[in-house]
């Protein structure tokens, strides 16, 4: 398997987690709103609809988001601001804009372990591999034993094509977590990356 096809199967396996999460959740919804229905049949008449007050207002939320990054910008020393914001530009798949306030975030708290690893994530999920590769290494000089920042750099390594670190990233995660879930799909991602070498 060469590195295009590799490339398809891992978009191929996300498009597969998308689609049954939007299927579940859409499942959720229609057993949520059949509840409210049943539930509501039994209420006085004068009784407000069930839900309506926990539905959330689309231009509050836009107001909430764009507050909360305005708060990010003109407070550029306020950790938690940044991180926030990160978090809401990540949630939309705007992973530079994410990229930008975690490395704020790192600055001001350069041993914060959660934001190290963050940063390894949104990089990876960017397509920015070898940056994704270089916090994951620090988060695990952090913590050697964290299995998130294994498994996230054995992903890295793999994605970018280095066999020889994503043998050694793979076998360290095995090393600490010989159950890992991960493992039987990263030892063949990298089976198929040594015979295509």
Known sequence: ??????????????????????????????????????????????????????????????????????????????????VKAAELFYQIQRYDQSIEFLLKANQLKPTDYETVVTLGMVNLDAGHFDQAEKWYRVAIKMKSDDVRSLAGLAASTL??????????AIAQLEKVDPSSQDLPQFKEKLASLKQGK
């Open 1 to 82: 398997m060469n590195r295009e096809n590799l490339l398809f199967a891992v978009i191929g396996l996300l498009l597969g987690f998308i689609v049954g999460f939007m299927f579940a959740s859409s499942m959720g919804q229609k057993a949520a709103q059949s509840q409210f229905a049943n539930a509501s049949q039994n209420l006085p008449a004068d009784h407000p609809p069930l839900g309506a007050q926990n539905a959330q207002d689309p231009s509050a939320v836009r107001e909430q988001v764009t507050a909360s990054i305005e708060q990010a910008r003109k407070e550029p020393q306020n950790f938690e601001a940044q």
């Open 159 to 168: 994605q970018k094509g280095d066999a020889k670190a994503a043998e050694e």
